[in-house]
């Protein structure tokens, strides 16, 4: 990977992230984020993959 940039968990702050083509596991705190993302938007504005499906989960459930 030519990646020059160092990830960080927006969580926890640990550089020790596994990174994958698109996506960054932070073991510490067992949570996936999007590369993309941990570029672009500041740490308190960033949901790791695990968050955004809980939260489209809960759409799902939602009795109309």
């Known amino acids: 990977m ?3 940039y160092k990830y960080h968990c927006p969580r926890c702050k640990s550089e020790d992230l596994l990174i994958f083509n698109e996506i960054a596991q932070c ?5 996936t984020f999007t590369k993309k ?3 672009q938007l500041k740490d308190n504005v960033i949901l790791a993959e695990e968050e955004k499906a809980d939260f489209i989960r809960s759409f ?5």
């Open 60 to 64: 799902k459930n939602e009795k109309l």
């Open 37 to 39: 993302f941990l570029k």
């Open 2 to 4: 030519n990646d020059k």
């Open 27 to 31: 073991p510490r705190c067992q949570l």
